[in-house]
C-alpha cells in the first residue's frame, strides 16, 4: 500500500464520519483526492459503491426514522434526476466533470460557512425540481448533499426523520445511477477495485464511529468546519480544471466506453498531481494502486 492509499483510506474515514453527522459528504471530500490519480469520470463512479455501503449503513442505523411518505414522492424524483445525471456523466469527459465539481463544492461550502444552507427552503413545486436537480448532479458528479438537504427543508421533515430520510433518498440514487456507470466505466471501475476496496474500509470504519467521536462539536461549528474544508476543495478543484484545459483537453464528449484518466498537464502547475492512467477496456492490467503519494503529497 502506497502513502497516497493510506491518505485516501484516511480521507475516506473522515468523510464517513462527517456523513454520519451531516448526512452528506463522502462524495464531496473523497471524489477529488481519488481523482488526483484516475482523472474526475472515474473517480466518480468508483466512490459511488463506498458511498452507497455507508449510506446503507446510515440507513439501517435510522430506519426507524425515515419518512416514507417523502421517499416514495421526493426519492423517486432524485432517482429520476440520478439516472439521468449518471447517462450523461458517461458522454463527458475529465475537464467537463471537473468544472462542474467544482461548481457545485463552492456552492455547498460557502452555503455552509454562511449559514445560508441552513436558511435555504425550497417549497411546493420548487422542492419536486430541487429534489430532481440534486439527483442529476449527483448522477453528474456524485455531488448532491447541499441541494437535496436544501429541498428536504420545504417537506417539514421531522428533526429525526432528516438524516434518516436524506440517507434513504441517496441510497436510492445510487441504485440508479450505479448501472450506468458500469456500463460507461465498468473497466476503469474494475481497474481500481483495490482503492475501492480499500475507501469502502475506510468509509464504513469512519460510518460507525464518526457519530460518537463529532457529536460532541457544536453543531455550529462542526457544519462551518465542513464548510469552509469543501470550499477550499472547489476552489483548488476549479484551479486544477483550468490546469486541464490549459493542458490540451477541451471540454466536450467522450466515448461511451472510454475511461477517463487525468490528461496531460505539461507546463501546468498541476503536472506533479498526475498520476497513472487507468486502462482502458481492453487493454492490459491497469496499475490499480498508483505510484507513491510522491510530490503530490504537498498539497494534502
Not at 13 to 42: C, E, K, N
Not at 82 to 93: E, R, S
Not at 246 to 267: E, F, I, K, S
Amino acid at each position: 500500500m502506497t502513502l497516497f492509499d493510506l491518505v485516501l483510506v484516511g480521507v475516506a474515514a473522515a468523510a464517513g464520519a462527517i456523513a454520519s453527522v451531516a448526512g452528506f459528504g463522502v462524495g464531496s471530500l473523497l471524489t477529488p483526492v481519488l481523482a488526483l490519480r484516475t482523472g474526475m469520470r472515474a473517480a466518480v463512479a468508483a466512490v459511488t459503491i463506498p458511498h452507497a455501503i455507508a449510506s446503507a449503513i446510515r440507513f439501517w442505523q435510522l430506519r426507524r426514522a425515515v419518512d416514507w411518505r417523502v421517499v416514495r414522492s421526493f426519492g423517486l424524483t432524485s432517482a429520476a434526476g440520478g439516472l439521468a445525471g449518471a447517462m450523461l456523466h458517461g458522454a463527458l469527459n475529465s475537464a467537463w466533470l471537473t468544472c462542474v465539481f467544482a461548481g457545485l463544492l463552492i456552492f455547498a461550502g460557502a452555503a455552509g460557512v454562511t449559514g445560508l444552507s441552513t436558511r435555504m427552503r425550497f417549497r411546493g413545486a420548487m422542492a419536486w425540481a430541487a429534489g430532481a436537480l440534486s439527483g442529476f448532479f449527483g448522477g453528474l458528479v456524485g455531488n448532491q448533499g447541499g441541494i437535496r438537504a436544501a429541498a428536504m427543508l420545504g417537506f417539514d421533515v421531522r428533526r429525526e426523520a432528516f438524516v434518516g430520510t436524506a440517507t434513504m433518498v441517496a441510497l436510492i440514487v445510487d441504485a440508479a445511477r450505479l448501472p450506468a456507470y458500469l456500463y460507461s466505466d465498468g473497466a476503469a471501475m474494475a481497474a481500481l477495485w483495490p482503492r475501492i476496496a480499500a475507501m469502502t474500509v475506510g468509509v464504513v470504519a469512519g460510518t460507525l464511529a464518526g457519530k460518537a467521536l463529532l457529536v460532541r462539536i457544536p453543531e455550529r461549528v462542526f457544519r462551518r468546519v465542513v464548510g469552509a474544508l469543501i470550499l477550499a476543495l472547489g476552489v483548488w478543484m476549479g484551479l486544477r480544471a483550468v490546469a486541464e484545459l490549459r493542458g490540451g483537453q477541451r471540454p466536450g464528449p467522450a466515448p461511451v466506453r472510454a475511461t477517463a484518466g487525468t490528461p496531460a498537464l505539461r507546463g501546468s502547475w498541476a503536472e506533479p498531481f498526475r498520476g497513472p492512467p487507468v486502462a482502458r477496456a481492453g487493454a492490459g492490467t491497469a496499475d490499480a494502486s498508483g505510484a507513491g503519494l510522491g510530490s503530490a503529497a504537498s498539497p494534502g
